[in-house]
T-cell receptor, first 112, second 116 residues
């Protein structure tokens, strides 16, 4: 299949370490944000979401932080595993009910 | 199947040919989206359906692009007179409700279109 993200920013972490992936969003009207994971040859897979009335939300091994003041979003992955290797995209809704705007993506490489 | 299904998985077209890409959303999902993903970039919105109604087509790049969902389930994205810049992965996504960007989208694996 095709390779996603040939020239993306890359974050390399050792297995077992924590990963932090950052995203700056642009639209102050956005009130809903999502992180997606995309493996090569596959479509984006939902990881976690957060609404603008929250600053932090936790899932299984993942935490999303939202700083509306500086329009910044981060994804924290605890105890990173080889299966976490993928391209990660943040997305915002721009206050609309019909479209998500995706960021450029970050490639996460997990080394053994 | 349980997920969003897209076909064909790969499509090679000569410049000027018409192509049709199919999406089978998750059964019962009200909302359906098409996105275009160029190599090395994030998906970009093309169009959105709520049941059979196309409520937003602001992302379609030109009038060569046309999408339909006549019975509110299966959708087809048609590209007429394909050009090289149309080469990309075309992703379909669906979600259960009407207020779709306030809930997560389920994506298919996409159709990789190569225009020669």
């Amino acid at each position: 299949g095709e390779s996603v993200g040939l020239h993306l920013p890359t974050l390399s972490v050792q297995e077992g370490d924590n990963s932090i992936i950052n995203c700056a969003y642009s639209n102050s009207a956005s009130d809903y944000f999502i992180w997606y994971k995309q493996e090569s040859g596959k479509g984006p897979q939902f990881i976690i979401d957060i609404r603008s009335n929250m600053d932090k939300r936790q899932g299984q091994r993942v935490t999303v932080l939202l700083n509306k003041t500086v329009k910044h979003l981060s994804l924290q992955i605890a105890a990173t595993q080889p299966g976490d290797s993928a391209v990660y995209f943040c997305a915002e809704n721009g206050g609309t009910a019909s479209k998500l705007t995706f960021g450029t993506g970050t490639r996460l490489q997990v080394t053994l | 199947g349980a997920g969003v299904s897209q076909s064909p998985r790969y499509k090679v077209a000569k410049r000027g040919q018409d192509v049709a890409l199919r999406c089978d959303p998750i059964s019962g999902h009200v909302s359906l989206f098409w996105y275009q993903q160029a190599l090395g970039q994030g998906p970009e919105f093309l169009t959105y359906f709520q049941n059979e109604a196309q409520l937003d087509k602001s992302g379609l790049p030109s009038d060569r692009f046309f999408a339909e969902r006549p019975e509110g389930s299966v959708s087809t994205l048609k590209i007429q007179r394909t050009q090289q810049e149309d080469s990309a992965v075309y992703l379909c996504a669906s979600s259960p409700g009407q207020y779709s960007t306030n809930e997560k989208l389920f994506f298919g694996s996409g159709t990789q279109l190569s225009v020669l």
